[in-house]
């Protein structure tokens, strides 16, 4: 069973940027394309970035060009450094598999608000 924490959501004001980490448990991450999804009230689970084993990454329209997504094979870690944060960005945060196989964890709230 894969255990996934995320964590470095927080408030920010429109304009700044906050870096979410997410510590995933097992031995096979490497093997894993890993992604990022945001919950944000009243709307569904949407995948925001995700990253190959090989480090090719994509996104959500909505994100390119101020969401970049990493991963650290060797400490089992997935990043996702957010710049030009938005209202529209505030939601909880998950990591998980690109297919969103591994169990939810808890995610991570950001709130972009003046």
């Known amino acids: 069973q894969v255990q996934l924490v995320e964590s470095g959501g927080g408030l920010v004001q429109p304009g700044g940027s906050l870096r979410l980490s997410c510590a995933a448990s097992?031995?096979?991450?490497?093997?894993?394309?890993m992604g990022w999804y945001r919950q944000a009230p009243g709307k569904q689970r949407e995948v925001v970035a995700a990253?190959?084993?090989?480090?090719?990454?994509t996104y959500a329209d909505s994100v390119k060009g101020r969401f970049t997504i990493s991963r650290d094979n060797v400490k089992r870690m997935v990043y996702l450094q957010m710049n030009s944060l938005e209202p529209e960005d505030t939601a909880v945060y998950y990591c998980?598999?690109?297919?969103?196989?591994?169990?939810w964890g808890r995610g991570t709230q950001v709130t972009v608000s003046a």
């Open positions: 998980n598999s690109g297919a969103g196989t591994f169990s």
């Open positions: 097992r031995l096979l991450f490497g093997s894993v394309t």
């Open positions: 990253i190959s084993n090989s480090g090719t990454t």
